[in-house]
């Protein structure tokens, strides 16, 4: 049967954590389909410094692409490597993280292939269609469903008749789960030359600087984010100040961003961060759609406003009727105890 | 030497300022209280162009843009700041494409203008955030891509070099022409509308705009060719109808909804002393916090 792709992005000898996700993500899929879940990690001399951290997620075969010419990423090599395999293996599905690299490899590899994709999926699913008007019905679809029309929608995508079903999906979206610290896939070393010709090698990249997120929101158990609401910059020091007590981190909407209450790494939304933490505490978040995108995952959600008809206190567990200067501090208070 | 640039640009729906009559009681879009406008990342791939135009002389800006006819507009939009002209691409047959088949229908447009060098486009349209559209068009023109490109920094020899975003960080890359660029918002905002260029353009008009009962400067656009914008249908460009809109479309929409937030049972609760004691005792209790 037709396996479930995942494409894993390397910096350097790492794996990105996206991907990761996305082979737990594949796994399950996998699963439901009754069928093999491969990966493909392409880079330079990465053999022996990639495969565990990739097969531990229920890789059953690990596909290796090393040769000097493929770190850092261009477009062309890369899409010759899917192009190719894909041709040879005929997957069902391919995963791969809407990051720069997943949204520049992506759609070119999909238009080689003429085969649908969606981008920053935000659930995938298996499930069937019937189209009534062709009077067919098809099994074991990939639903692919993403927000559209800027946030306001939420649309269901598949490709009935095109394989790969291809999507991407963003970091923090999806949960990486270590399925079996000796899961024993198979490991496959491919001959580069043979999937890329020397002319993809086009693109020099001269110079490059990569900064190690300075953010830890995105992995964080407890995330304590700020709106509009909160105020002024100087407010947002409450948020610091309980975040210290619970060891949590300090996120923000787009809202408090745009008006200067904090730095743009903050930004907690479809086109911010995607966070799930175990809890999140709300303070002065009115909760737009794209909001409640990037945090509606998470554990127990405690909203603090001034406004009872926030849209966010439909999702919280805790609605707290009351002012991030007035709140805040009492549960520095009475967490002290 | 000159270059021979296409700029992709689209009109799109302003999604950035949804109101609450944006969508109606079925759940469909209300496209009437949506202002079109000219998809800010193609604005920006734009300025790229112009700026190329203005350091090689001889290089001309074409306007490449897929929609109904109203969306000449953004062709308009474009020659008042600088583009040299531009074809609209309209057909029903082009109707209800995917970002796939909207590239096949783009590329063969850049086919039919031959010879370009170079193509810029937005990084994506913030009516469907895609960013697919750019990629794909490089696949179906056999091009080579440079995508999330903030500043083109030289053009030498044929190699342009552009530095581009990249996740957490920058990088700058080196490529020979021709090429697709796709162009961040990050990079430097379009000039302003010009104004002579505004009164020398802004009678211009693609066929399908002109209306049937002919129109009141009839003449004027006989002896000024420039007025009347390039069209181009499926036919004129031989496109293989499999390839375009919907059937050319591999993506289908099995639904939509609307986004409705699903009530939890939550408790209610006061900013006061006693509430917040509660309340934190409760979190320390389960472990959820502490």
Not at chain 1, 38 to 43: K, R, T
Not at chain 1, 245 to 268: L, P, T, W, Y
Not at chain 1, 316 to 322: P, Q
Not at chain 2, 115 to 126: F, H
Request: aromatic share 6%; with cysteine.
């Amino acid at each position: 049967m037709n396996s479930v792709y995942v494409y894993c992005e390397l910096e350097g000898t790492q794996v990105a954590e996206v991907s990761q996700e996305l082979l737990s993500k594949g796994r399950k899929l996998a699963d439901t389909l009754g069928v093999k879940l491969e990966a493909v990690a392409a880079g330079s001399g990465i053999t022996g410094k990639v495969e565990a951290q990739i097969l531990p997620y229920g890789v059953d075969k690990l596909h290796i692409f090393d040769a000097p010419g493929l770190f850092p990423y261009t477009s062309l090599p890369h899409s010759s490597i899917l192009i190719n395999l894909f041709k040879q293996e005929q997957p069902q599905i391919c995963l791969m993280g809407a990051t720069v690299i997943g949204r520049d490899l992506g759609p070119r590899v999909s238009s080689a292939l003429h085969s649908g994709l969606t981008a920053d999926c935000t659930a995938l699913e298996i499930g069937s269609h019937e189209d009534k008007r062709a009077g067919k019905v098809y099994d074991q679809l990939l639903y692919q469903i993403r927000p559209a029309f800027g946030g306001n929608i939420v649309a269901t995508i598949i490709n009935p008749e095109n394989r790969p079903q291809m999507a991407t999906v963003r970091s923090g979206v999806m949960k990486a789960e270590v399925l079996d610290a000796n899961y024993p896939g198979e490991v496959i070393v491919e001959d580069v030359a043979k999937f890329v010709p020397e002319t993809d090698y086009v693109v020099k990249v001269i110079d490059r600087q990569v900064e190690k997120a300075s953010s830890n929101l995105k992995g964080a158990p407890i995330v304590i984010a700020g709106g509009y609401g909160v105020g002024s910059k100087e407010n947002f020091e409450l948020l610091y100040a309980l975040a210290k007590e619970i060891h949590a981190e300090v996120g923000a909407s787009r809202a408090a961003i745009d008006a200067g209450f904090c730095e743009h790494n903050m930004q907690i939304g479809q086109t911010g961060v995607t966070v799930r933490p175990k809890v999140y505490i709300a303070c002065g978040i009115s909760g737009a759609i794209q909001h409640v995108a990037g945090m509606k995952e998470s554990g127990i959600i405690i909203s603090i406003n001034t406004d009872p008809n926030a849209p966010i206190n439909q999702i919280a567990d805790y609605v707290i009727n009351g002012s991030v200067e007035e709140v805040l501090p009492k549960m520095i208070k009475y967490y002290k105890g | 030497m000159g270059l021979k640039i296409v700029v992709l640009a689209k009109q799109v729906p302003d999604t950035r300022n949804v109101g609450p009559d944006a969508m109606t009681a079925e759940g469909t879009i209300n496209r009437a209280a949506l202002p079109a406008i000219y998809n800010p990342e193609d604005l920006n791939a734009l300025e790229q162009a112009l700026r190329l135009k203005d350091k090689f002389p001889g290089t001309t800006v074409t306007i490449v843009t897929m929609g109904p006819p109203r969306a000449a507009e953004v062709i308009r939009e474009s020659m008042y700041r600088g583009a040299d002209g531009g074809f609209l691409l309209t057909d029903r047959a082009f109707a209800g494409a995917d970002t796939l088949a909207t590239s096949y229908a783009l590329s063969t447009a850049i086919r039919h203008i031959g010879d370009v060098d170079l193509v810029i486009g937005g990084r994506q349209a913030i009516d469907g955030d895609t960013a697919q559209v750019g990629p794909q068009v490089a696949e179906k023109l056999g091009l080579n891509q440079i995508t999330y490109v903030e500043e083109i920094l030289a053009l030498e020899d044929g190699l342009l070099t552009a530095k581009r975003h990249i996740d957490g960080g920058v990088e700058t890359v080196q490529a020979p022409l021709p090429l697709v660029l796709t162009v961040n918002s990050s990079a430097a905002p379009c000039r302003p509308r010009n104004a002579k260029l505004v009164m020398k353009y802004k009678r211009c008009l693609a066929p399908l705009e002109k209306p049937a009962e002919g129109l009141a400067y009839a003449e004027e656009y006989d002896k000024k060719p420039w007025l009347t914008l390039g069209q181009i249908s499926c036919a004129d460009v031989n496109a293989d109808l499999a390839q375009c809109g919907l059937s050319g479309s591999p993506t289908k929409v099995k639904s939509i909804e609307n986004i409705v937030f699903k009530a939890k049972e939550s408790k209610v609760l006061t900013g006061s002393d006693e509430d917040i004691k509660g309340l934190m005792a409760e979190l320390l209790a389960n472990h959820t916090i502490g």
